[in-house]
Each structure stands twice: as structure tokens, then as C-alpha cells.
């Protein structure tokens, strides 16, 4: 395990002290809001958790953020969460959430600094900006719960606002569709456990959608693909894919993505999700079942990473499922 992973694993111990801190904030305030002497100790109180509140809200920010780019909730390249609805969104409102409250802890940290007589009180601007720290800080704490299944998702929290859909595209007639046989589904590719497999164990895959994937290929091209060569004409490479689980394959499947070499040594490509859940339609343009190939417009970005064919090999995944360390027992003596 990297130092990195080790870091963001503390993410959890670690939010405990800036949302305590926060939350605790509001009393030693209040109680600094008389005059008169013996006033100054709760100045020191006051700023005392706002330090412990401020740096831990930093930490938590940091291993937050680390924890978010290891399971794949933070594109690379990227410093937030993805807007599509569900637990892309959700991660989205609780890292906001935790900026934000970075952002509140060091204005009211300002306010308890200022200069002051020794026998004012901490002053209402500091009153305030520690209440709103601290329900910030309280609804930064429930989205966080509420992202790893301890507290129900309400509906605000998952789903972005939504613009007027489009109006629905006409039916294809019944006459246009049996003259395509291979709108049913795509054969050859739903075969793919007849393949050879490339993987043995699934590996995250951040340019597919940060799901965990398979690669199988046909026999006689197994050796062109392991050494990064142009597939043979005639060969499929097929990807079965699995929604991510914080970190692990899931139980829910993803889309096969299949690219086959034509006799000319051009690339076809195909996309095929019979169902797709609707937290996850923000990807297909808002369709329940999608079947993509060769010059279809949903496959223009896949076109452009696959021209020439497969991706460079030092572009393959290479993301595990992470092992839990062996423990060595000590021998009886």
C-alpha cells in the first residue's frame, strides 16, 4: 500500500476533530459575549478550537480529496467530483461541503483575532460566523454519512438540477426496425466469455468510466494485444465491465465496449448497455438501453482514443483490487 492510499484511508479518523470542533464553537462564543473583566480566557478558548477545528478541516480536506482520486469519485486531471446523479453528485456536495467549511473556519478564525479592548466582548460577527461554521460543518458530516450508507440519500443531495429533457426522438416503424437484425443486440460481443482473457481479476479502468473491466480477445490475437502491436484483421477485443463499489468491483454490470479489426485493418467499435440504471443515463443522453456501432455519434469520443486501433500499453489499466495485508501470528512459546 502506497503512502497516498494509507493517507486517504484516514480520511474517516481524521473529520472527526474539525466537525467536533465546529460544532462546539457557538458555546465558548457566547459565553465571550459579555463585558467586563475575566473575559480574555475564553478569548483563548474560542481560538483554541478554532485552530483545532481550521487545520483538522484542512487534513480532512486533503485525505478527502486522496481518498475520492483513489476510488475513482475524482476524474484525473480534475479536482471535483463527477455532476452525474447518484454517488458521482453526492461526493460532489460533500467535498463542496468541505471547502466550504475550510472557508468559514478561517473567516471566523479573522474575526476572533481582531483587535479588541480587554474587557469587550468576542463581538456578533464572530457569533455568527461560528454558527454558520458550524451547521455547515453538520451537513458536511451527514452528506458523508449519507455517502457511505449510514443515513438515507435525499433526493437534493443525488441528483443535480435537471434542465427540460428533450422531446422524445419519433418511433422508429416497425418496418425500419426488421431491417436491421442487429438492433436485437450484438452477438458476437455478448459472446466474449468464449474469448481468451487478458486479465484474470478485474482492474479499474479510469478512462471507461472508472469501472472495473476485463479485456478478452480472440485466440490468435492474444499475442499482438499483450505486446501493444495492431490486433490482426478479424480479431474482437471485448471489455466486460462492473460498476465500482468504493474501491471494489460491484455487483452491478456495466457496458461491454468491443472493438473489432476489419480485413482492412480498421478499427469497428461497438458500445452495448442493455439496461442502464438511471442514476448513470446522464452518460447515454437519458436512454434505458443503448447499442452504439461503427459511426454511431455516441461513440465519437471512443473513436478519437481508439483510431489506430488499441490504446499505447503504458496507457492500460493497472489499478488492483486492493489486498488486505497478511497478519503474522507470533509463534506460541
Known sequence: MSAIVWLANKHTLLVHLPVAAAILIPLPIIAAQRVGRGIRPWWVTCRY???AGLLGALAALVTGFLLGRANGMVPAGAYWGGAEPGLPYLFRVHELGGAVTFVLGI???????????????IGVVALLLGLLWSVVAALTSYSGA??????????????????????APAPVPAAVKAQDPESLAPLRALDFASLKPMHFEPVKSPAHGSRWIRVWVSPAAAEAYQAGQPLPPGALA????????????GFDPGPLYALETGKDGKPSLT???P??????????GGASRVYWRRDDAGLKACAECHAQGLGPVKDRSRWVIPRKPKTETAPEG
Open 275 to 284: 439496461q442502464v440504471p438511471e442514476a448513470r443515463r446522464g452518460e447515454t
Open 238 to 249: 471485448v471489455l466486460s465491465t462492473l460498476e465500482d463499489r468504493w474501491g471494489r468491483p
Open 49 to 51: 478550537l478554532a485552530w
Open 146 to 167: 449519507v455517502l457511505v450508507g449510514q443515513a438515507p440519500a435525499p433526493a437534493l443531495m443525488i441528483a443535480p438540477p435537471q434542465a427540460a429533457p428533450p422531446p
Open 107 to 121: 473567516a471566523c478564525l479573522r474575526s476572533l483575532y481582531r483587535k479588541r479592548q480587554e474587557h469587550q466582548g
Open 271 to 273: 458500445f452495448y448497455w
